[in-house]
């Protein structure tokens, strides 16, 4: 079965830079969820997405931005990068009517250097 | 806010021994809970998901159980392995099915040969 699938899986960047992660979520499902983990920590929800509309947000920093485009897959961007931006970057979908739940990628490992 | 707790935080047992995990949560108005595990650096692999409405799930040597009124799960562990060595995390899916969700601190678990 398909699943949701990160890219990069790996990314290197200086600090200031921009960074762009993308999603492409399980086909049909429709609601996207970004989570970033950092070093020793658990996951944290940044901000998600529901037919191409933000659906909740959580800590994410305004240095970030998302969305959603008409193919469903979702995109973070990542500005002005600093040195605790460094972590796993998770992405989720799931389908909002359905009884099923988010399924996860399997991340994007960022490192500002 | 949801908030999700993992104990212990670390747990070290011979080979062969049996063991539980405990996650607990302070809003019961929950859609489902997942256990996950993760490898050091590595994504997270879904273990077991029980919905609301179960008590129980079953895979293999893994056993996991819900309370909702009293927010407890827990995770069973048959027979332990050395290769069970991970950490593992609780996560709560909001009530709605669509929200986000809160993972829980985790616990990282050595099972030693």
């Known amino acids: 079965a398909a699943g949701v699938i990160q890219s990069p899986r790996h990314l290197i960047k200086e600090k200031r830079e921009t960074a762009t992660l993308k999603c492409y979520p399980i086909?049909?499902?429709?609601?996207v969820y970004w989570y970033q983990q950092g070093p020793g920590q658990d996951p944290q929800f940044l901000i998600s997405f529901y037919e191409k509309m933000q659906s909740d947000k959580g800590s994410i920093p305004d240095r970030f931005s998302a969305q959603q485009f008409s193919d469903y897959h979702s995109e973070l961007n990542m500005s002005s990068l600093e040195l605790g931006d460094s972590a796993l970057y998770f992405c989720?979908?799931?389908?909002?009517?359905?009884?099923?739940?988010?399924?996860f990628g399997p991340g994007t490992r960022l490192t500002v250097l | 806010k949801q908030e999700v707790t993992q104990i212990p935080a670390a747990l070290s047992v011979p080979e062969g021994e049996n063991l539980v995990l405990n996650c607990s949560f302070t809003?019961?108005?929950?859609?489902?809970l997942q256990w996950f595990r993760q490898d050091p650096g590595k994504g997270l692999t879904s273990l077991l998901l029980i919905q609301s409405s179960q008590r129980e799930q079953t895979s293999g040597r893994l056993n996991a159980s819900l309370d909702k009124s009293s927010g407890r799960s827990t995770l069973y562990i048959a027979a332990s392995q050395p290769g069970d060595s991970a950490t593992y995390l609780c996560?709560?899916?909001?009530?709605?099915?669509?929200?986000?969700?809160?993972f829980g601190t985790g616990t990282k678990l050595q099972v030693i040969p």
């Open positions: 996560a709560v899916g909001g009530s709605g099915g669509y929200q986000k969700v809160t």
């Open positions: 809003d019961s108005a929950i859609y489902n």
């Open positions: 989720a979908s799931s389908l909002r009517s359905s009884t099923d739940t988010q399924y």
């Open positions: 086909p049909r499902h429709d609601t």
